[in-house]
């Protein structure tokens, strides 16, 4: 069985941000590529059963793939408006355009809750991704990304392949709000909703904080905290986990003040990732030019020394 961890090189994962067809619906863990997810949950009533719960899931836009190449990217951001669906950033890696209809779920998902209980702790937020196709045919062919605690805690393969049951989550929140319409759109969902499109009624009464128990990591907390970001897979026996972030001390290890997070402002009614460190400048035309040009001047200097 080959090893096979389908990481993208940088170069090839921005062009393709540039350059992928828009998808419509939220990709999940059969497109082999899925599509960043961030998820919202009011926790006001019984985790399962809550009458005044909500649960909404907005597509970002970003394939897995894609949001690899940002790991390691000093100053890179990418922000979401969850009002609009704009998408703006900074950093060299992947494409800042996005087309989206996010319809009206932040404000009605913003106000239930908040009119049910305004304490932090009610509100909570996860990003996810999925992809499985290979999960069954190649080491490393299942493959997630979830936000996570600063110390991931022990994770089988077994466990890691199981957490495809969240794409019964996925494709029931497709057939809801401005998904199925919008190259990028959201939902919200109730308990009371269709089969599986509530985050903590998935598979029966599954929560997706855990990736419906798959994993002892709670993956969602208060829109108040900023969360780290893991990228998983698994070598055959046990899982692979790689944090977000920038070794700014060069010490080979992702340490305090280097993790790449995600935050929520609810007022300004945004999510954000950002990796710590300063972006590198971007060259402007005339500087490329001028490259471009100096490395013509050296290769007529090399013919010529080859040709006398």
């Known amino acids: 069985m080959k090893t096979n961890f389908k990481l993208k090189a940088l170069a090839v994962a921005a062009i393709m941000a540039v350059s992928a067809p ?18 919202f949950v009011t926790n006001v009533g019984a985790k399962t059963s809550g009458g005044n719960d909500f649960s909404a899931a907005f597509d970002l836009g970003v394939t897995l ?4 190449s940002w790991n390691g990217v000093a100053g890179f951001t990418r922000t979401w408006n969850l009002d609009t669906g704009a998408m703006s950033g900074t950093g060299i890696v992947g494409s800042v355009s996005n087309s989206a209809n996010y319809g009206t779920v932040w404000n009605d998902l913003n106000f239930s809750a908040t009119a049910a209980n305004t304490a932090a702790a009610d509100f909570q937020f996860n990003v996810i991704a999925l992809d499985n196709t290979d999960k069954t045919t190649v ?19 077994a466990n890691l392949k199981g957490f495809d049951n969240m794409d019964l989550y996925v494709n029931a929140n497709n057939a809801l709000g401005t998904h199925g319409s919008a190259v990028n759109g959201a939902d919200l969902a109730t308990p009371a909703d269709a089969p599986n499109s509530f985050f903590r009624l998935v598979n029966g009464a599954g929560e997706g904080d855990t990736w419906l128990a798959k994993t002892t990591a709670d993956t969602t907390q208060s829109l108040a ?9 698994e070598n055959g ?10 070794d700014l001390n060069a010490n080979t290890a992702i340490g305090a003040g280097e993790y790449g997070l995600w935050t929520v402002d609810a007022l300004s009614h945004t999510i ?36 006398s």
Do not use: C, H
Request: aromatic content about 8%.
């Open 225 to 233: 905290t900023a969360q780290k970001f893991w990228f998983l897979t």
């Open 22 to 39: 828009a998808l419509a619906t939220m990709q999940g863990a059969t497109s082999g590529n899925g599509e960043l997810i961030v998820n």
């Open 237 to 246: 026996t046990t899982s692979v986990k790689t944090i977000f972030g920038v």
């Open 139 to 157: 080491i490393g062919g299942s493959r997630y990304m979830t936000t996570g605690p600063t110390s991931y805690p022990a994770l089988t393969a």
């Open 272 to 307: 954000t990732y950002t990796n710590p460190g300063v972006a590198a400048p971007v060259p402007e035309a005339s500087t490329w030019a001028m490259l471009v040009a100096g490395l013509g001047m050296i290769s007529m200097m090399i013919r010529r020394r080859t040709n």
């Open 65 to 68: 793939n894609d949001a690899l």
